[in-house]
C-alpha cells in the first residue's frame, strides 16, 4: 500500500508541508512531475486515460516506480527524486524544487561525461551547451545519457549547465507560481523525440508547394522562421547553420530560412546563401536574383518527392527533417564535439555549407560510407576531410545504405533513385496524391544486384546505380531488359552503363499497385562487401 494518495488514473498525489506534488505516467518511459506551493488546482483531467503498465513499491520515506523503460524513487517529504534507465545508470539526480528571490529553482547533477542540446535555435558554434548559460527560447533538454527534459509552461527559464558548478546543473523559472515538466527515456534521440511528439502534438500535413520559393505570408504556421541579424554576411551565414542545428535539438521539425538579408549582397555571398537554400526545409522572401536561383530553384525541385517524404516523417514520428550530425549518429563523441556548421538532410543527404570567400571548410563524416555527389569520391566514416568548393557548388554527401529518389527536371512523370553499391538498402516515399507509401530497396546478393520497387501509383523509374564497375544483363520477371549505348536512348524496359561516371541506368514503367523486381547481373562478386572494405584509404 503506497503512503501517497492515487488520485486519478496514472497519477501519484505527493501531501507536502507547503502545498503538494505529483507524479504522472504518460507512457512507460515518460512521466510528468509537478510541485505546487499553497492551494493547488483540483485534480485535472489525466493526460493519458489508459493506465500506463508501472509498478510502486513504498519504501518508507520514499515510494519506488518501475516500468519497463525506467525506476523512478521519490522523496515523499521533499519530491526529490531518482531516474535510472533500463541499464541501472542514474540518468537524472533532481533535489527538490525550491521557491527563492530569484525565482522557482530546480537543480540536477550534471553527471560526469554528460552532454546538453537544445533550448531553442541559438547562433552557437557547439552544439553541447554544458558549461554555458542559457536563456531558453523553447525549454526542452536532450542529454546524452539518454533522456529528454520539457518545461511545458509559459514563462521565463534561464539554465545554468555546470557553469557555476561543474557538477550541477540549475533552471531558474521566472514568471510562474509552480513548477512543471515531463521527463522522457529514450537510448537514442530518435526515441526522446518520439516520446515528446506523442505528448505535445504534430503539425499539420505540407505538401510539395510548401517546398517552392515563398513569400513570407505563404510560410506554413508549423515552421521555425530563422531570419540573419541585420544585413546578410558571412558571419549571420554560418549563424543561420548554427541556429538551424540547434532548432532541430529543440523539437522544432521544420525550419525557415529568410534570405531577404542578403537582397543587396555581393555575388559570391549571395550564392553561398542561395546554396544553403537549396536544402533547407522552407525557403521564403526569396531575392529576384536569377544567376544563383536557378541551381536553387532545380535542386528544390529534384529534391521535392525526398522533402515530402522527410515532412511527412517529421510529423509522424518528431524527428526533425534537418538533423544534427550527432542527432542522427548518437553515441559518436567527435559527432557531438563537431561545430554546428554541417547537418543531415533526412536519413541520405549530409549538406556542409559554405560561408566563407574562399570557398575551403572541413567536414566531419559520421560513421558509415559517403559519397560526395560531385566528385564521386569515396570516404570512410568517423574522419574529418578537407574540402574545397567551387563557386557554384553546395558540397553534398550520399550516405551509403541509402536509395535517394529525386524528381526529373524534363519528365514530369519519372523518379530517379540512386543508390550507392554495397550495402542493402531501402526508401519509403510519401505518394502525395495517392495518400500511400512507395517502397523500394535494393541491396547486393553475390554477383547479382536486386531492386525492387511497390509502387502506390503509375510511374516511370529510373535506377541509378553508382559505383558498379559492370553489368552483363537486367531482367525481370524473366524477361531481359535492352541495353542501350547513350543515356539519351534511355526508354522503359532499356538500360545503359555509364562508364564515365560509373553507373548503371535501368528504365522500367510499374502500375499503380504493382511490384517490380529487377536482378542486375554486375559478374562482380565485390560488390556485396561494403565498399569501405575495398576502396582504400581517403586521402
Known amino acids: 500500500m503506497l503512503a501517497a494518495l492515487i488520485l486519478l488514473a496514472n497519477q501519484t498525489v505527493f501531501p507536502l508541508s507547503d502545498g503538494r506534488g505529483e507524479l504522472e505516467w504518460v507512457s ?3 512521466f510528468r512531475v509537478a510541485r505546487y506551493w499553497g492551494k493547488a488546482p483540483a485534480g485535472e483531467t489525466p493526460i493519458n486515460p489508459e493506465a500506463v503498465p508501472v509498478t510502486g513499491s513504498d519504501r518508507g520515506a520514499t515510494v519506488r516506480f518501475a516500468t519497463g523503460c525506467v525506476t523512478v524513487e521519490v522523496e515523499k517529504a521533499t519530491l526529490r527524486l531518482e531516474v535510472t534507465g533500463r541499464a541501472g545508470r542514474v540518468l537524472v539526480d533532481a533535489a527538490a524544487p525550491r521557491r527563492t528571490p530569484q525565482g522557482l529553482v530546480v537543480e540536477r547533477a550534471a553527471l ?11 547562433a552557437d558554434p557547439s552544439a553541447d551547451l554544458r558549461g554555458r548559460r542559457v536563456a531558453a527560447a523553447r525549454p526542452l533538454l536532450i542529454s546524452s545519457l539518454g533522456y529528454g527534459e520539457f518545461f511545458p509552461l509559459s514563462g521565463s527559464y534561464v539554465y545554468d ?12 523559472l521566472q514568471g510562474l507560481d509552480r513548477v512543471e515538466y515531463f521527463i522522457y527515456y529514450g537510448v537514442t534521440p530518435r526515441e526522446i523525440l518520439e516520446e515528446h511528439a506523442a505528448l505535445t502534438g504534430t503539425f499539420a500535413a505540407l505538401d510539395s508547394r510548401a517546398f517552392q520559393l515563398l513569400e513570407p505570408a505563404q510560410v506554413p504556421r508549423s515552421a521555425t522562421r530563422i531570419a540573419a541579424r541585420g544585413q546578410g554576411s558571412w558571419t549571420s551565414l554560418r549563424e543561420t547553420v548554427q541556429s538551424l542545428v540547434h532548432a532541430s535539438w529543440s523539437a522544432l521539425l521544420v525550419s525557415a530560412v529568410d534570405l ?19 536544402v533547407v526545409p522552407i525557403l521564403y522572401a526569396v ?3 536569377p544567376g544563383p536561383l536557378r541551381w536553387t530553384q532545380e535542386m528544390r525541385r529534384r529534391l521535392t518527392p525526398y522533402l515530402v517524404t522527410c515532412a511527412y516523417e517529421a510529423r509522424q514520428f518528431g524527428f526533425p527533417m534537418l538533423r544534427p550530425i550527432a542527432m542522427q549518429s548518437p553515441g559518436d563523441r567527435e559527432a557531438a564535439a563537431r561545430e554546428t556548421t554541417e547537418f543531415m538532410l533526412g536519413d541520405a543527404l549530409l549538406a556542409a555549407p559554405i560561408f566563407t570567400p574562399a570557398g575551403r571548410r572541413t567536414v566531419y563524416l559520421p560513421a558509415g560510407t559517403w559519397t560526395n555527389l560531385r566528385t564521386d569520391q569515396v570516404y570512410r566514416g568517423r574522419q574529418t576531410i578537407d574540402i574545397q568548393a567551387a563557386e557554384n557548388e553546395l558540397p553534398l554527401f550520399a550516405k551509403h545504405a541509402s536509395v535517394l529518389p529525386l524528381a526529373s527536371l524534363d519528365e514530369a512523370d519519372l523518379l530517379t533513385l540512386t543508390y550507392f553499391a554495397g550495402h542493402g538498402a531501402e526508401f519509403l516515399l510519401l505518394e502525395e496524391d495517392a495518400n500511400a507509401v512507395s517502397q523500394f530497396h535494393a541491396a547486393p546478393a553475390g554477383d547479382m544486384l536486386r531492386l525492387e520497387i511497390l509502387s502506390a501509383r503509375e510511374r516511370t523509374y529510373e535506377w541509378i546505380v553508382r559505383h558498379a564497375s559492370s553489368c552483363g544483363k537486367v531482367v525481370s520477371g524473366g524477361v531481359e531488359f535492352t541495353p542501350v549505348k547513350s543515356r539519351c536512348e534511355l526508354r522503359t524496359g532499356t538500360w545503359f552503363r555509364d562508364p564515365a561516371n560509373n553507373e548503371i541506368r535501368i528504365r522500367t514503367l510499374v502500375p499503380a499497385g504493382s511490384e517490380r523486381i529487377l536482378h542486375l547481373e554486375t559478374g562482380d562478386s565485390t560488390l556485396n562487401t561494403p565498399i569501405s572494405r575495398r576502396m582504400g584509404s581517403a586521402k
Do not use: I
Not at 560526469?112 to 541559438?122: D, H, M, T, V
Not at 549547465?161 to 531558474?172: E, G, I, M, Y
Not at 542578403?262 to 546554396?275: E, G, K, M, S, V
Open 112 to 122: 560526469p561525461g554528460e552532454s546538453f542540446f537544445g533550448l531553442g535555435p541559438r
Open 28 to 30: 512507460p518511459c515518460s
Open 287 to 289: 531575392p529576384h536574383r
Open 161 to 172: 549547465l555546470a557553469l557555476s558548478q561543474p557538477d550541477r546543473r540549475r533552471v531558474v
Open 260 to 278: 531577404s538579408p542578403y537582397q543587396n549582397a555581393p555575388d559570391l555571398l549571395f550564392a553561398r546563401a542561395a546554396q544553403l537554400g537549396a
